[in-house]
Structures are given as C-alpha cells and as structure tokens.
C-alpha cells in the first residue's frame, strides 16, 4: 500500500476534484467510506455530487474558520547564487491531502476494509483525537481503481484540529511509511517490499510526471529516462570527468550542487533532459537531484565507488561548473564498444559471500541492462528497461539500521574491485554476440541475486527479479530469432528520433 501525500490550501478545490470525473474519467462512484463523525453525519451516502463536494469543504474548514487559524508551508525556487532551493515566501497550506493506493494484482478490498484501513490510517498519523489533543477533521473517498488498475482511497485533513490548535505534520511522510506497513501486517494486504526490507528504495514516478509525459506524448516520463540513461553512464566512468563527459554523451543536462558557503567544492550534482522544442518553444528543463533518481547514482556514492578523495582531484568544481556553464549535450548518444564495458561491468559477481556483494551485483547487471536498453530498445524503453528497474532496487543501499554498520564494513573492497572492473574501458563492435553476451551474464547474475533474495525471505523480490530478466531475455530472443541480425544500434539521437537509419541486414529497432 503506497502513501502519496500533498499540501495546499483550497479544500474546496480538493473535494470537488474527487467527486469530478477525474483527469481521464477515472473516477467512478466516489462516495464516502469513512471521515470525521461531523462529515459522516452530515454527508450523504452513496454518490457525492458536486454540492456534496462543497459542503464537505465547509465542514472540514469550519474549526480553521471559527478560530482564525493559519497554516501555511515555505515556497522555494532554486538559487543559482546558493546552488540550493532557498525559501521565497509562505503560502497557504492547512488541506493535508494522502491517497492510498494497492497494486493492481492485489484486487479491490471494498468499503469495509477501506473503512477500518483509513480510519486507522488517520489515527496513527496523529489526527484523530484523544484525551491529549483535539481531533482533525477529515474526510476519506473511495473511488475504485485508478486507470492503471490500482485500488484507491483519498483522504482530506484540515490541519486545524476542533480546537484551533495546529496539527503535526514533520516527518509526515515518514511516518505515513510506517503506518502503511503497520496496517498491511493488520489486514493482511501486500507488505511494500523495499519498505520491508528497510532499504532506500529509487524515488518512483509521481502522478504529476506522469501527466507531463502524457501531455509531452513522451515515452517514458523524466524521472525514468533519466534513471536510465545516468546509471548505464555512471557504470561505465570511472572518475568524475568521465561521468560529466559521458551524461554529455548521452544528452543529459547536468549541473553541480556546491558546499553552503563553498563554490569550490561540488557534493552533488542533478540531472535534466533536454527539453524539446514545441511550437518555437523549448520547455525549461526539469531538474533532479540524482540521489534522488537512484541513491547508487548519488556524488557520495559514486566517488567511494571510484575510491575518489574529492579533496585532492585536480579541478573538480572548475570541471562541474565549466561542464554547466556550456549547457552543450551531443547531438548523438555513443554507444561504440559498449557490450565490451558493460560486460566488464558484469564480470567477477560469481563467488558472493556478503549482502554488500549480492548489492553490488544486482547494480552491476542493473547497469549492464540500463547500456543495453539505449542501444537496443533506443528511445522506446522496453523489457530491458524495466529489468534495470528492477534490479536496481535491489543494489540500493540500506537506509537504516544495524547492517548500515555491517555495510559499512563489507562494501569497500566491495566497491574496490568494482571501481578496477569499471575503469576497464575497452572497444569492441556493437554486435548482436557482444550483446547476447553480455545480457547472458546479467541473466547469470539476476539468477543469482533472485537466490539470494529467496534465502533472506524476500520472495515477492526474487519473482519479480525473475519475471523481468525472463521478459527481457525473451524479447532479445525474439528479436534475434525473427532475422534481425544485428543488434547494432545506428547514431539515433533519443529525444528526437533523428539519425542515421537502420542498417540494411536489419536493426533491433523497434520489435
């Protein structure tokens, strides 16, 4: 059961959005499951109308309104002086507003269900009342499935409690996790598994990315196709200047995130596509922090991967900030001698013997796919794609807890071998045999990362390792057995489509 929290400061806009068709006619029968006895009480059963939605809002603002209460949130914009988002000014921020939403092959759970879920839900997040504290009010909608399948309920707080006092909001995220995972043990719903295994799982998309890529008809929303194309990169530098050289290669925009108060020393960096042109007009580019994207992809780890002191590396912040400065990216995404390195990548993962070295081997092979997939799958992320994904969960590092310390310990000749491994760089013909090869040995690897996520316990991990190398070997298979001949990327620029054709024996192209 995933938690996806957002504040703001119109009620009414909310609960009429939830009693409307939705963007794309996704709401069906929206009706009330559980809420404050106030809004219960007085809300109809069954549908809710647009009137209803507004009475709803008056009902949740009522206490905010009696006392004068304000609660507002720090607006941010990103300074290119401080290299940071630095706070501009306060807006409204008093609707506290989470859906919960389940897998699509968990099925529906119904009313009832839903009812003692989000009720629980509310409680543990601190809004209900108690002999302490007042309680907020609140409201929970259920709407059905979402139009990827997902079974999901809203809920709306105001952040007033009855009292007049302010709500507890810090962390809030954090611990909306916790009591997700508290309340999927209760009834019996699938446990997250990267919050189960307590690991620092990749940032997923957000409904609002989603959307761009729908309205921009691109492939694959930001946040994935930059994940994609930094890891297949970052596999493969084995230093800061080939990691900045290579996102140019691959027409990443990059730029440096410095030391308060220091320009001259970089301890982070985000990434952003070039935007494309529509109408005469580019888009300014969205920018993520890379940490952020996939925590293995952060500076930090990076350079301890690559056994890097920042301190004495030659120009680091001049390399960055002449890097940004340019704003250039190439015209072509490189893909020459790439199963040569991203077989280099893969090799040596055989004789594991720690959690460090089964991390390091599911992001291996989750590199090794990412450089397949640009030069196979091109601009139409595929099964290659998602196997990444997968994988990728697998080697992030764990968030907290006592095996932060056994990480620790385990990870630096670990990442040791894996930085002399990576800094082999090789060329090689970009061959339908190189890739098969190499995708062989991520098979071999995934295979072995999936036995290992079975003996700690964690089956629903290894399935879905299993289920994605399975559909990316199979789409490789097919595409090879159907006399495409080569798996050979042409100079196709990804953002555009534009380049030179497929060869004339035949392109992996499409499938």
């Known amino acids: 059961m995933m938690p996806n929290i957002t504040r703001g400061g119109r009620t009414a806009g909310v609960t009429v959005y939830l009693v409307g068709p939705g963007r794309h006619n996704e709401h069906v029968n929206p009706h009330v499951v559980a809420g404050h006895d106030t809004l219960v009480s007085e809300l109809p059963e069954g549908r809710l109308s647009s009137d209803d939605a507004l009475d709803a809002a008056n009902l949740l603002d009522h206490p905010m309104r009696v006392f004068g209460t304000k609660v507002s949130a720090p607006v941010k914009q990103w300074s290119d002086e401080a290299q940071a988002q630095v706070q501009v000014g306060t807006k409204p921020a008093h609707v506290w507003h989470c859906s919960l939403s389940l897998r699509a092959d968990e099925g529906q759970i119904g009313d009832e269900v839903w009812s003692r879920v989000v009720t629980e839900f509310v409680d543990e997040m601190g809004f209900s009342g108690t002999s302490e504290r007042a309680a907020c009010r609140w409201l929970a909608v259920h709407h059905g499935r979402s139009t990827a399948g997902n079974d999901h309920v809203h809920i709306v707080v105001n952040l007033v409690r009855e009292d007049g006092t302010k709500a507890r909001v810090h962390n809030d995220a954090a611990r909306a996790q916790r009591a997700a995972n508290l309340l999927e043990r209760r009834h019996g719903l699938r446990v997250l598994e990267s919050r189960e295994s307590g690991r620092g799982a990749a940032v997923g998309v957000k409904p609002a990315e989603l959307a761009r890529a729908q309205r921009e008809t691109a492939l694959a929303p930001a946040r994935d196709e ?25 027409r990443v925009l990059v730029r440096p995130r410095y030391a308060e108060g220091d320009r001259q020393r970089v301890v982070g960096y985000s990434v952003a596509l070039v935007s494309l042109e529509r109408d005469g007009r580019r888009a300014a580019p969205v920018w993520y922090g890379a940490g952020r994207l996939d925590r293995t992809l952060s500076l930090g780890q990076l350079r301890t991967r690559w056994g890097q002191d920042p301190a004495g590396a030659e120009d680091v912040a001049g390399l960055w900030t002449r890097r940004w400065a340019g704003g250039d990216v190439a015209t072509t995404v490189r893909t020459t001698g790439a199963p040569v390195r991203a077989g280099r990548v893969l090799g040596g993962y055989r004789d594991r013997s720690s959690a460090a070295e089964d991390r390091a081997a599911a992001g ?8 397949a997939s640009l030069a196979i799958e ?25 095996d ?14 894996y930085s002399l491994r990576l ?20 098979d071999r690897t995934a295979k072995a990362v999936a036995a290992a996520q079975r003996a700690q316990g964690r089956v629903q991990a290894a399935a879905a390792t299993d289920a994605s190398m399975h559909a990316a070997m199979r ?3 097919q595409l090879a057995g159907a006399g495409r001949a080569r798996i050979e990327p042409s100079q196709t620029d990804l953002l555009t489509g534009r380049g030179k054709g497929p060869r004339a024996d035949g392109d992996l192209e499409r499938g």
């Open 423 to 442: 800094m082999g760089r090789g060329t090689g013909r970009d061959s339908r045999t190189g890739w098969l090869a190499v995708l062989r040995q991520a």
């Open 364 to 371: 291996a092979a989750a590199a090794a796919l990412a450089r």
């Open 475 to 477: 789409s490789v298979s």
């Open 226 to 250: 930059l994940r994609r194309r930094v890891r297949a990169v970052a596999a493969e530098a084995g230093s800061e200047r080939e990691l900045v050289d290579g996102l140019r290669d691959a």
């Open 378 to 402: 091109k601009d139409r992320p595929g099964p290659l794609a998602a196997a990444s994904e997968v994988l990728a969960r697998a080697a992030q590092p764990v968030a907290f807890g006592a």
């Open 404 to 417: 932060r310390d056994q990480h620790k310990q385990e990870s630096s000749a670990a990442n040791a071998a």
